[in-house]
């Protein structure tokens, strides 16, 4: 499985952006799918994910403004963001696992996320 994150940029407060992570390869062996962060200076985090169910867990800090989808036909899995706030800003990255019991899990290589104030 590989993963192609886009849609990052550069927002002002207040804005939405729309991030996309195309999975190619054995997509329809994909279970949990999810978006992570990291600022600089500060680790990896949680941002929201996504089973195949389409169950989907928030951070705290994005309940209410962000939303994670997915379409599994397509490999695709989305985060739209609105209100964005200078705190969102971060290299965005997008996960998505395999298997049950032994779990491969794979990244895509991030991308850019800047909220200016």
């Known amino acids: 499985v590989q993963l192609q994150a886009s849609g990052g940029g550069l927002v002002q407060t207040g804005g939405s952006l729309r991030l996309s992570c195309a999975a190619s390869?054995?997509?329809?062996?994909?279970?949990?799918m999810g978006w992570y962060r990291q600022a600089p200076g500060k680790q990896r985090e949680l941002v929201a994910v996504i089973t195949r169910g389409g169950s989907t867990n928030y951070a705290d800090s994005v309940k209410g403004r962000f939303t994670i989808s997915r379409d599994n036909a397509k490999g695709m899995m989305y985060l739209q963001m609105n209100s964005l706030k200078p705190e969102d800003t971060a290299v965005y990255y997008c996960?998505?696992?395999?298997?049950?019991?032994?779990?491969?899990?794979?990244w895509g290589q991030g991308t850019q996320v800047t909220v200016s104030s």
């Open positions: 996960k998505a696992e395999t298997g049950l019991v032994a779990v491969t899990t794979y």
């Open positions: 390869g054995s997509i329809f062996r994909i279970n949990g």
